[in-house]
């Protein structure tokens, strides 16, 4: 319950309910975040739509004070397109999962991208089935032993920024559970986006996966491994900046020492039209077990589906006037009895 | 054929009551076309008519083979029928593979017009004739008319062609509009509202328009001048109703009935959907009438349609999406949400042939038992299905009704035979359909002390409260996992699943409380025989029926609409008959329900040939069941 008047705190926007996440779950430090930075960037609990499909991560909507649809497994994307379509006054997220989203979710996922439809969507990327107990899931590393895997998973995974970048979408990010201000940053702008908005949010499954992403998030290790991505910055990164990412002759990029970089290093440009450069940066780490970029990938300004959903149907009343029921009904041959 | 006057005078105009035409040919034919020409000519002539469209799933068969025939009947009265027809009284075969498909159906003693061009050697070894029928005595039982359909169509434009306005293929393609022009003549059918519409059709290329009339005339100059035609024929026009009419298809009819139940709810309709056959049709209509406000999406799969449909009703549009058994089959875990979060919404099934693909482009009733029980848990959802293509109106509206009132999704079901067929519409004054928007509220107060509870429900209808994002202080989840009774909240208390799970129940059961009393035919008032249909078979039950009351044997007839909740008085009513005979295209699905509801032993009559009942099977074999060996 809110009360709608004044400004509005985090407090407006965390339910009632107990959270039942594992204790030391990364799912805790994103539910923080969210909560807290909505107020801050004026969203309205009313106006805002959280949908998720099912999973540990997919629990989120229950601890928000907004409208939400915990739904099926993977299917998130399509109940929010057409809460989109339907409502342009709403704000609509979709929180999903590695497995959720990437898995049995796939499809769905790569055409809300496709279409462009003005989604946030988070994914929280355990590299883990968190609620099923541990299975491998569509982005643990080539080789994972978990429950389903003793011998080693044999399929080699998805990285979701590079997915996302295929089908174009218009803003891709990622970011990390417990980096605050980072997360927060991505997600500001992930707000202001119009149109999808995905951002790939590395989780910590302290129960099944635990680690996962220590290269990025150890004190000691992550200053040499995150590579942030600042537009209009060239890349580079490590303690000293001693490192720079360079484009090679064949279109991939590469890591070099900074001192031979030279004008190679890429200069990071989140708005170029062609997703070619964002994707070949996403490639630089399959899995995050090494240097990673974290940050924006793309942020690009294109037609927005559910717009031009309601714009063809503004489009259809100019021109053919408000619909007649009586007029539909006779049209084509009619003829009088009686 | 029944003729009042039979009066054997050469190019004698004979009055008919009733007829029954069929026509055939390659996919490429152009035989849907006129079809629904000759259709439109019917309806404008006054006639209460059926039609039943029949086409091969492949786009482009091989020419000239019978997977490529495609055919379309019409039956046509001054009386008021029910049915396509059985046999047909005139077959037009365009080639021998139409012939090779379709002679069997024909009436003894009917009517064949052969286009003799297309008796070829090699079509007919297409076809699968060893000799030429029309000279192996295989037609002696029929009045046969050769005539050279696209020979007399390449004479009559070659002046077109000679004018380089279109080559000879162009010409040839013409011909089903000969075809057209002759069988209008011999049934006493203007032409002239078919020469308008080809003109509109043509627009663009006036010249294919010309080419086009100057067919059809001279088809129509064929009959009037040649002496091979003795007899035409005429059926009046038949004592409708008074009022404005149209034809209209089951598609069609779903459609108008989704944006009739739009308007009346004050609604916008959203309509989410996934291609399939033979359900396709709503979603091209409702694209097209986006000036009601209709927002279609055509999403990557039915998953997608109905999570998307689901997503829109909970943002309060009346959410609609529709598919056919295969798509349904993926749409199964999605409705049973919709159960689980009681939101109002329409699903609607097209059936068509099954298992698995099946019979794409065929018509069947063997969706029953997967919209009534396709969903794991207990998860009771309302059906209701349409009886003729226009009833596809009604019934949509009507479920519009049930799912908005109730908040639930409904299930409507329609058929492949519905879908495509079509019957002259008597056309409702928008006044009188029902005010759907006086069917439910969308709640905009704390319902709960001050807070707000989403599964409080109504006392009576036992729905919950529908409020919508965008408004402040109801703020709200729901989902599939169990819900605490009037909280919401997930719960998985094991008493409270319990009763929550006879809630659902009870809340669909509830809605036959409000359901008319069912109707029952039977004119004598003394029938100890019932027949109890439901969908599609209604018209060819109805015209059995109809049958062996002529023949003196009474027979009671009750149509179901409802089929989940069943009517209140159903039980009673089965139960105080001798006999109860339930014919269904499928294996028995409706009958199995009514035996273990009512312990009556239902007769079932079964079969599954992918075509609508002929009535006179059907009256075989209800007499059969009523009085006759299994009586
Ligand atoms: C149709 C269906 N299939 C399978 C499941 C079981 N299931 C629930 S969550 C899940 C995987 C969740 O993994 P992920 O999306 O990565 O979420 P996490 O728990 O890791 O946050 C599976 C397989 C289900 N609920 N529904
Ligand atoms: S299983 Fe893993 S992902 Fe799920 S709540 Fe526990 S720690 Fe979090
Ligand atoms: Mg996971």
Same mark, same amino acid.
């Given at each position: 319950m809110t009360t709608n008047e004044g400004k509005l705190t985090k407090k407006d926007f965390t339910s009632d309910r107990e959270v039942r996440w594992?204790?030391?779950?990364?799912d805790y430090a994103i539910l923080a975040t969210v909560q807290s930075l909505l107020p801050e960037m004026g969203a309205r609990p009313e106006s805002t739509v959280f949908v998720s499909g099912i999973g540990c991560s997919s629990?989120?909507?229950?601890?928000?004070d907004t409208y939400g649809i915990h739904s099926i497994h993977g299917r998130a994307p399509a109940l929010a397109t057409g809460l989109a379509i339907s409502r342009p006054d709403l704000d609509v997220w979709v929180v999903t999962g590695d497995g959720d989203g990437l898995s049995i979710g796939g499809n769905h996922l790569m055409h809300a991208l496709r279409r462009n439809v003005n989604l946030k969507i988070l994914l929280f990327n355990n590299e883990i089935y968190g609620l099923t107990k541990g299975q491998y899931s569509p982005?643990?590393?080539?080789g994972s032993t978990h429950k389903s895997t003793p011998?080693?998973?044999?399929d080699r995974p998805i990285n979701p920024v590079s997915l996302a970048l295929g089908v174009e979408a218009t803003y891709v990010a990622r970011s990390i559970d417990t980096d605050r201000q980072h997360l927060s940053e991505v997600l500001r702008r992930a707000y202001q986006h119009r149109g999808s908005a995905f951002v790939e949010i590395y989780q910590n499954?302290?129960?099944?996966?635990?680690?996962?992403f220590a290269a990025l998030k150890d004190k000691d290790r992550k200053d040499h491994n995150q590579i942030r991505l600042e537009s209009g910055e060239p890349i580079t990164f490590g303690p000293d900046n001693e490192r720079a990412v360079v484009a090679e002759p064949d279109g991939s990029m590469s890591i070099v020492p900074t001192e031979e970089a030279g004008d190679r290093v890429v200069i990071h440009d989140?708005?170029?039209?062609?997703?070619t450069t964002a994707f070949a940066l996403s490639r630089?780490?399959?899995?995050?077990?090494?240097?990673t970029p974290i940050g924006i990938f793309r942020d690009v300004d294109r037609p927005v589906y559910d717009d031009l959903v309601r714009e063809q149907v503004e489009q259809s009343r100019a021109q053919q006037g408000d619909g007649d029921l009586q007029a539909l009904l006779a049209s084509g041959n009619v003829w009088d009895v009686g | 054929m029944s003729d009042t006057a039979t009066e054997e005078h050469p190019r004698e105009r004979v009055q008919l009551h009733n007829a029954v035409i069929r026509f055939a040919g390659d996919?490429?034919?152009g035989m849907q076309l006129t079809g629904d020409r000759f259709t439109a000519q019917s309806a404008l002539a006054g006639n209460d008519l059926a039609t039943l469209p029949d086409f091969p799933a492949?786009?482009?068969?091989?020419?000239?083979t019978l997977a490529g025939v495609s055919s379309f009947q019409l039956h046509f009265s001054d009386q008021d029928i029910h049915t396509p027809?059985?046999?047909?009284?005139?077959l037009v075969a365009m080639n021998p593979a139409a012939l090779m498909k379709h002679l069997e159906a024909l009436k003894p003693g009917g009517t064949v017009i052969l286009?003799?061009?297309?008796?070829?050697e090699r079509n007919l070894q297409k076809a699968g004739y060893e000799d030429d029928p029309r000279y192996d005595?295989?037609?002696?039982d029929f009045q046969v008319h050769e005539v050279p359909v696209t020979d007399l169509t390449l004479r009559a434009l070659e002046g077109h062609v000679e004018r380089g306005e279109l080559n000879k293929k162009g010409a040839e393609r013409c011909k089903n509009m000969l075809a057209l022009g002759l069988v209008s003549w011999m049934f006493s059918r203007r032409i002239d509202e078919t020469e308008t519409w080809l003109q509109s059709k043509f627009a663009a290329k006036p010249e294919l328009a010309d080419a086009n009339v100057t067919a059809l005339r001279a088809g129509w100059n064929y009959g009037e001048t040649t002496?091979?035609?003795?007899f035409h024929y005429e059926v009046k026009a038949a004592p409708l109703l008074a009022g404005r009419y149209r034809n209209i298809t089951g598609n069609q009819a779903v459609a108008y009935g989704l944006i009739a139940a739009s308007v009346r709810a004050e609604l916008p309709l959203f309509y989410g959907s996934y291609p399939i056959t033979p359900a396709s049709d709503i979603l091209h209509e409702l694209a097209k009438?986006?000036?009601?406000?209709v927002q279609t999406f055509q999403a990557e799969d039915e998953i997608a349609a109905i999570g998307s449909v689901i997503g829109a009703a909970f943002g309060g549009s009346l959410a609609v999406t529709a598919s056919s058994g295969p798509g349904i089959a993926l749409k199964t875990e999605a409705m049973g949400l919709a159960v689980a979060t009681e939101l109002p919404l329409l699903v609607v099934n097209v059936m068509r042939g099954?298992?698995?693909? !099946? %019979?794409?482009?065929k018509t069947e009733q063997s969706d029953l038992n997967q919209v009534l029980y396709?969903?794991?848990?207990e998860a009771p959802l309302p059906v209701v299905a349409a009886a003729s293509p226009s009833d596809c109106f009604d019934v949509t509206l009507e479920a519009a009704r049930i799912a908005l009132t109730y908040r639930i999704p409904v299930v409507v079901l329609s058929d492949g035979y519905l879908a495509n067929s079509a019957e002259p519409w008597l056309l409702p004054a928008v006044d009188d359909l029902?005010?759907?928007?006086?069917a439910f509220e969308v709640t905009t107060e704390p319902n709960a002390d001050g807070a707000f509870q989403p599964?409080?429900?109504?006392?009576?209808?036992l729905a919950r409260p529908w409020a919508l994002p965008g408004?402040? !202080? %109801?703020e709200h989840r729901i989902g599939g996992l169990e819900k605490e009774l009037d909280s919401g909240h997930i719960s998985y208390d094991p008493a409270n699943h319990h009763a929550m799970t006879e809630l659902r129940h009870e809340r669909v059961r509830r809605i036959a409380d409000g359901l008319p009393p069912l109707e029952v035919e039977d004119?004598?008032?003394?029938?100890?025989v019932l027949v109890v249909g439901w969908g599609s078979t209604s018209g060819p039950i109805r015209a059995a029926c109809a049958q062996l009351r002529e023949r003196g044997l009474q027979v009671a007839r009750v149509h179901l609409?409802?089929?989940?909740?069943?009517?209140?008085?159903l039980d009673e009513l089965l139960r105080s008959y001798r006999t109860v005979v339930c014919p269904e295209n499928n294996m028995g699905q409706l009958s199995t329900i009514l035996r273990a509801r009512t312990l009556v032993d239902i007769k079932g009559y079964h079969r599954v040939t992918g075509q609508p009942f002929a009535s006179d099977e059907l009256a075989a074999a209800i007499e059969d069941f009523g009085w006759g060996e299994q009586a």
């Open positions: 594992c204790p030391g779950c990364g629990r989120f909507p229950y601890y928000m982005t643990s590393p080539l011998l080693g998973s044999l499954c302290n129960i099944f996966n635990d680690g996962a989140p708005a170029r039209e062609e997703p630089l780490a399959l899995n995050p077990v090494g240097p | 996919s490429g034919d492949e786009i482009r068969a091989p020419a000239g027809g059985d046999a047909p009284d005139v286009n003799t061009d297309a008796f070829t005595g295989s037609l002696t002496e091979a035609f003795v009438q986006k000036n009601f406000g099954g298992p698995s693909t !099946g %019979l794409p482009t396709g969903r794991n848990g029902p005010r759907l928007s006086e599964y409080k429900r109504d006392e009576q209808t408004t402040p !202080g %109801l004119p004598s008032g003394e029938a100890e609409r409802h089929l989940s909740p069943l009517p209140n008085d």
